[in-house]
């Protein structure tokens, strides 16, 4: 069994967890599941090639003592606080083992023929020397209105016709929930492919010849989760992302899902609407619902489903949600059956989430914590 759970690497933006929970739903759904497949733990993955990243750095008023790298890791620890920080530790997507993944696997597809170094056509900020990209708009990096067409060496995919950027197999998920949309929307993408970047921070490309370009970080954060993968012998890499997300990253990642056996797939989630904490809060005091019980409600149960219910939960659904696992939690058996357990973890390995709809199955799985006791509930080992 070498399937492991890891979550697609979060943009490091201003916020922390405990104010936005809903950016670590992927990360929560994958420590469940590894937990479940009794794998990990394993590092939760951050982005911090951004540019919105490279203008905070700019801006910031420390940016000559305090270094980016040095920045993106302090923003990232203050991001559990005041919560612990996680126990598999974090990745970036600049980390040496990704960098370095990075560039074994792009040689390799140049050598190949499959990605080319070629003068090509950009769009260039006329003012910072940004490069916006194969289409004029206005520069993010400066707000300066006009770009000028210039041609630069390039990192580049010119997929032949035909070839799909997202396949079913591509997804991590039983057969009769294939997203059609998300395949279709995912194709929509030009022909040729700019994989290098303008960006402060990321992956240097210089060891290509590419010098002042970073790998765009839409590949490398496919390379962080089989990074990650490598580091845990794990040939089977889940990445959890929303399907928004897939549908912006996928072509870019198409050469990158790969590498000597490993395989990447997505596991794709809805969103969880946490930011409804008063009508959370009160439905709990109405089902009696006590803050343990609560606590593992929204960063436990509410992960699982989000796998299942993938166009996103809604706030209507919570009080049924919560009512639902209110009576899983009362069902928990003394000590979970292990032909339970081991059919469990045979679905969670495929991607089968349809089981944490099922309140005999779901009380097998939820975790012993201590403490965790409803309300009006007999504390354990008081009978
Ligand atoms: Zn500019």
């Not at 499959?114 to 900020?125: D, E, G, T």
């Not at 916006?132 to 400066?142: F, P, R, S």
């Not at 006590?290 to 699982?304: A, I, M």
Request: glycine share 8%.
């Amino acid at each position: 069994m070498n399937v492991v759970y890891i979550n697609g690497p979060v943009q490091n933006g201003p916020f922390t967890i405990a104010d936005r929970p809903g950016k670590a739903a992927g990360i929560r759904a994958a420590q469940a599941l590894n937990a479940l497949l009794g794998a990990g733990p394993l590092p939760h993955l951050w982005n911090t090639v951004t540019l919105a990243g490279d203008l905070r750095h700019r801006e910031a008023p420390d940016r000559d003592t305090v270094g980016r790298q040095e920045r993106e890791l302090g923003a990232i620890a203050a991001k559990y606080e005041p919560g612990p920080a996680p126990v598999g530790g974090v990745l970036t997507d600049t980390a040496p083992a990704v960098a370095d993944l990075a560039l074994e696997m792009t040689e390799r597809l140049l050598l190949q023929g499959s990605l080319m170094v070629i003068p090509a056509a950009v769009q260039i900020c006329a003012r910072c020397g940004h490069m916006t990209g194969a289409v004029a708009h206005a520069c993010q990096a400066c707000g300066h209105q006009r770009t000028r067409t210039a041609t630069r060496r390039l990192l580049v995919w010119d997929r032949p016709p035909d070839t799909p950027v997202l396949a079913r197999e591509d997804l991590h998920a039983h057969q009769a929930r294939t997203p059609h949309h998300l395949l279709t929307i995912a194709q929509n993408v030009p022909q040729r492919l700019i994989l290098s970047r303008t960006r402060d921070l990321g992956i240097s490309l210089a060891p290509l010849g590419l010098e002042g370009l970073v790998l765009d970080p839409r590949a490398g954060l496919h390379i962080a989760v089989l990074a990650a993968a490598a580091c845990h012998r794990a040939e089977r890499p889940a990445m959890t992302v929303t399907e928004n997300a897939a549908a912006n990253v996928a072509a870019y990642g198409a050469l990158f899902r790969q590498h000597d056996g490993t395989r990447l797939r997505y596991a794709l989630h809805g969103r969880i609407p946490y930011d409804d904490t008063a009508t959370l809060q009160r439905l709990c005091e109405v089902h009696r619902v006590g803050p343990p019980l609560r606590e593992l409600f929204l960063t436990w149960f509410l992960p699982l489903c989000s796998l299942h219910i993938r166009a996103g939960i809604t706030p209507a659904q919570l009080p049924a949600l919560l009512k639902f696992w209110r009576r899983a939690h009362l069902a928990r058996p003394d000590a979970p059956a292990s032909d339970a357990l081991t059919e469990l973890r045979h679905r969670v390995t495929a991607g089968d989430m349809r089981w944490v709809m099922n309140i005999q199955t779901l009380a097998q799985a939820i975790p012993k914590s201590p403490g965790i006791h409803g309300a009006d509930e007999e504390p354990e080992g008081a009978s």
